[in-house]
């Protein structure tokens, strides 16, 4: 059975830092990616990685870094420098299939899910 565990939300201040961490299971992936989806709003791309090769939404760039280590099939997103606008449930995404970063924004070419973390910054 396949399954992305993702741990590491919580309640920060605006300026600070959380870690989120993605474990799988079941299968090794190629491609893994960061969503997120605040009250009323549509699930949007935050960052995805693929092998080494990376992409970030515009409204992350310079604040967030997505890594992973494949020994461990996780793969992290640091976030840095919070806003209140970044809160949100944070997703994370999979595939076997190698992602070139054009499709990494598509959450259609994403297999799997985890059930999401939240993630909230006051102000």
């Known amino acids: 059975q396949v399954q992305l565990v993702e741990s590491g939300g919580g309640l920060v201040q605006a300026g600070g830092s959380l870690k989120l961490s993605c474990a799988g299971s079941?299968?090794?992936?190629?491609?893994r990616g960061w969503f997120r989806q605040a009250p009323g709003k549509e699930r949007e791309f935050v960052a995805a990685i693929s092998m080494s090769d990376t992409s970030y939404a515009d409204s992350v760039k310079g604040r967030f870094t997505i890594s992973r280590d494949n020994a461990k099939n996780t793969v992290y997103l640091q976030m840095n420098l919070l806003k209140p606008e970044d809160t949100a449930i944070y997703y994370c995404?999979?595939?076997?299939?190698?992602?070139?970063?054009?499709?990494?924004?598509?959450?259609?070419?994403?297999?799997?899910w985890g059930q999401g973390t939240q993630v909230t910054v006051s102000s």
């Open positions: 079941g299968r090794t992936f190629s491609s």
């Open positions: 995404a999979a595939t076997a299939t190698y992602l070139t970063t054009s499709y990494h924004t598509d959450p259609s070419v994403y297999d799997y």
